[in-house]
Each structure stands twice: as structure tokens, then as C-alpha cells.
């Protein structure tokens, strides 16, 4: 069993930054490719980035490449999401993920092994 808490969301304004963090809890951490998705209300989940156990891979959807980027740290458990030049159609539910099996695609949800609870982030314009 995993539990994802995300952190970091809030309130910024378009061209700003934020920086989110998913901590998790258990000893397999390194077990699982780690990834974000993001939601807003009445759309689908959307799959944001994915980062391989050792941190050596990572997959972006086009709507965030070169503004977006996923670290990990396998000794704090811990997954960071810097997100640079946001823009108001970032705004979402951002959602941490762990799956047991990583994809250099964009992520599938039924991949998912784990979901955080999500962090709110608000970009105004």
C-alpha cells in the first residue's frame, strides 16, 4: 500500500511559478514510476508528466513541455512537479500518481496503480 499527499498548490498569476511536491509513504517508493495528472471539473483526468523509478526517463504531454518539470528524490519519497510560465489554462486539481509499470507515453489511468487526493492550483490571468 502507498499513500500519496500533494502539496505546493495555491493561487498564482499567469507567467508565475509553483512548485509541487507528492510525498509518499512505505519502503517501495523506488518500486514505482511516479507521474502527475490533472483534472478540472467536468473534463477528463488529463495525464501531465511521468518520471521512471531511478529518475533517469521522463515523458511530458506537449501542453507542458518546456515549461513543466518532474523530479524525484528516492530518499525523501518524495516526487516535485516545478511548473515555470503558467498559464491560465493550467488551472486544475493536480493530482500525484504511482504506477508499478512506467510508459514513455502518455500515461493511461487504468496504469495507475496509487492516486493522491490532489492540490488546487489557480492561475488568473
Known amino acids: 500500500q502507498v499513500q500519496l499527499v500533494e502539496s505546493g498548490g495555491g493561487l498564482v498569476q499567469a507567467g508565475g511559478s509553483l512548485r509541487l511536491s507528492c510525498a509518499a509513504s512505505?519502503?517501495?517508493?523506488?518500486?514505482?514510476?511516479m507521474g502527475w495528472f490533472r483534472q478540472v471539473p467536468g473534463k477528463e483526468r488529463e495525464f501531465v508528466v511521468g518520471?521512471?523509478?531511478?529518475?533517469?526517463?521522463?515523458t511530458y504531454a506537449d501542453s507542458v513541455k518546456g515549461r513543466f518539470t518532474i523530479s524525484r528524490d528516492n530518499a525523501k519519497n518524495t516526487v516535485y512537479l516545478q511548473m515555470d510560465s503558467l498559464k491560465s489554462e493550467d488551472t486544475a486539481v493536480y493530482l500525484c500518481a504511482a504506477s508499478l509499470r512506467y510508459s514513455s507515453s502518455a500515461w493511461y489511468r487504468s496504469s495507475v496503480n496509487y492516486w493522491g487526493k490532489g492540490t488546487l492550483v489557480t492561475v488568473s490571468s
Open positions: 518520471i521512471s523509478y531511478d529518475g533517469s526517463t521522463t
Open positions: 512505505g519502503r517501495t517508493f523506488r518500486n514505482y514510476a
